[in-house]
């Protein structure tokens, strides 16, 4: 794949793959006839993993200015477990029935659903690395440290991960809805 459209160093969608998304601008999704409950509820999920993320960059940053309290290492095992289970199962979900049910719709974009796999193989490493930081902190909590060093460091993990996650969810968003609006496709 072309380094320029790697999750870790573009910008967007390529242009020859904004076809469907400058017809579609996001702003008017929800009042176009084939946006439905369900890309309403896919729309919802990527809104809660951004939500999910934030709040462990900002409980992190808190635990690093001494404002988190003794709750810090539970909740930060707590939501990254769940974060971590969740956006696993829901690419696993998008890459085994979404995008091949999408794919064939449109010739003109069907490479953006090699660029979305080729995203959810990065961000595996990602999701690891994110659980393995996550378990230093947990560790160095557990042994009574305030695991500030290990602490700085997750929270430049959280970031990274934030800003490719991002990339990709907005990326993702600007393929499939675009589809369904074009083509009513039904996602179920």
Known sequence: MDDKLTLDSRTGLPDHLRVLADRYPREIWRGHPNFNELTAFWLDRHL???QVMDKLIADTQAHLDDKAGPRYGAELSRYTGFFLQ??????????AHYFPQFKPLDSRVAGAFDLLDHDHHALDGHIHALAGHTNTV???LQQGGNARDEAG????????????LDRHLTDEEEV??????????DMA
């Open 176 to 185: 499939i809805v675009p589809l369904v609006l074009e083509y009513g496709a």
């Open 48 to 50: 809660m993993f951004r």
């Open 86 to 95: 969740q956006l696993h199962g829901h690419h696993g979900i998008e890459d």
């Open 153 to 164: 460091v997750l929270l430049n993990q959280h970031e990274g991960f934030r800003r490719f």
């Open 138 to 140: 947990l560790r160095a």
